[in-house]
């Protein structure tokens, strides 16, 4: 998890805009493992350890479907700390009789699926850094058959019990409207590009498989999604230091987009119209 913390530019909570707040809240409760941190009118917010808020959902009124082909998000994707919890994770999924999709990307080992509203959730765990193969600053990654026996063995007779406290929300993989635009906000917000995919971009801050996935898979300028939709509100970015914070917010600025102070965070919108909100680690 050391990609997830200080020097590093790293990625926090993500914010859902959700279709019925009870229907979500059970879902990633039962199926997906959290824990309520806090509940309040039309808003939940969910947390792994106990006090780190990881996911929120809100019910905004007259709230209307998730739409497809919009940019938005693709997945949010829960780190898990060891092979043996992504073991725990198949078993119990299997018991529930959750629709799976799993890949083995070389860096990881990783599941696939979708929230009632339709939102994509990756569950993953990462082999060891010193085990990635990098050229020209380039990671290898792939998208080959998962090992699910293998996976399952190594967890042994444990059993799920929900998240481990020590998960994080490794990266979010982005629907974009163009990849140049796109890449060019990112770096300015303080990542590089780590890999290549058809239609598809990775990137992070140090050498991380990726903090940032960018596709155009869902077409090259693909409209944004309607306001009052359901899908992500925002995504969070978390910053070692306010000298790094504010060169993020200078060069962004130097681009033309607008960044809004909200309490004790700065908020802006990628060329795609996703928002990302930028905050110092706490």
Do not use: C
Request: cysteine-free; charged content about 25%; aromatic content about 8%.
């Amino acid at each position: 998890m050391k990609f997830h913390q200080r020097p590093y530019i790293y990625t926090g909570e993500v914010r859902l805009k959700v279709t019925d707040l009870n229907k979500l809240t059970d879902f990633y409760t039962e199926i997906i493992g959290f824990s309520v941190l806090e509940k309040g009118s039309g808003q939940v917010v969910l947390t792994a350890d106990g006090k780190t808020p990881l996911l929120v959902l809100e019910q905004p009124e007259a709230i209307l479907p998730k739409e497809p082909r919009r940019t938005g998000l693709y997945h949010l994707a829960l780190l898990l700390p060891t092979r043996a919890d992504l073991g725990k994770a198949i078993k119990h999924f299997s018991r529930n009789q959750v629709p799976l999709g799993a890949s083995d990307h070389l860096v990881s080992e990783a599941l696939y699926l979708n929230d009632p509203d339709g939102n994509g959730i990756e569950i993953y765990r990462d082999r060891e850094p010193d085990s990635w193969k990098w050229q020209n600053e380039l990671v290898a990654m792939s998208t080959d058959p998962l090992d699910a026996n293998g996976v399952v063995a190594e967890s042994g007779n444990e059993e799920w019990n929900g998240l481990p406290a020590d998960t994080v929300m490794g990266h979010v993989h982005l629907h974009v409207a163009n990849l140049g635009d796109t890449k060019t906000f990112y770096e300015a917000l303080g990542f590089k590009v780590v890999s290549h995919y058809p239609q598809a971009l990775f990137m992070a801050n140090g050498n991380y498989h990726h903090h940032i996935g960018l596709n155009t898979w869902n077409g090259m300028n693909a409209p944004r999604p309607t306001e009052g939709s359901a899908g992500m509100d925002a995504f969070t970015l978390v910053y070692p230091d306010e000298k790094t914070l504010q060169e993020a917010i200078k060069n962004v600025r130097e681009l033309e987009h607008i960044v809004e102070r909200i309490d004790a965070a700065f908020v802006v919108e990628d060329p795609s119209g996703n928002r990302v909100i930028l905050r110092l680690e706490v």
